[in-house]
């Protein structure tokens, strides 16, 4: 009996780092006042990308769910989330991005790669009340906060460059949502 418990338990050791997710940690070790730390979770056998980034009050979380092709962003010093469809032409693929956690995992954060891509979202106003179409995972980050949606916007007009954004930069990929919500 002692023997079973000791081979079910030594197993679900080795096993764990094969059915773990990947992370990363990014940490901005400059000692200023800017400095943030942002893990990465990929989750393929849901088909869900985890981002948390700490940095104060300007913390935020992002899921990108591939199930149903939504991504969204809950802004902490707002109490509010954002959701938006992804763009797959931009957006890394769940493999890509997991290898991408990879390779920065081993590799560390370092000069010369591609330059970052990025994409423009414009906030509608209105609040968004049922978030079941976004799917469990939006709905479990985001139910009873504000949520809104926002629409990509083809490059930068000249009103949203004078308009606040409020931008998210995720390993290689920098989204901005530009308008205003009211959050809580």
Sequence with gaps: MKFTIF???????????????????????????????QSVSVNREHNVANI???????????????????????????????VHRMNKGVMPSLQALDEMVKKNKLQGEGPGGPPPKSLIYSLNSEKVENLD?????????????????????????????LSLCFSTSILELNISFCGGISGK
């Design 52 to 82: 948390d980034n700490n940095n104060g009050l300007d913390s935020w979380n992002a899921i990108w769910d591939f199930n149903t092709g939504y991504a969204a962003v809950r802004v902490f010093h707002k109490k509010a989330c954002i």
């Design 7 to 37: 081979f079910a338990g030594l197993l679900g050791i080795l096993l764990t780092p094969a059915l773990a997710d990947y992370n990363i940690d990014i940490t901005d070790n400059k000692n200023t006042a800017e400095s943030e730390q």
């Design 133 to 161: 179409k976004f799917g469990k995972p939006i709905v479990g980050m985001c139910k009873g906060v504000a949520t809104y949606m926002a629409e990509e916007i083809q490059g930068a007009t000249f009103a949203f460059a």
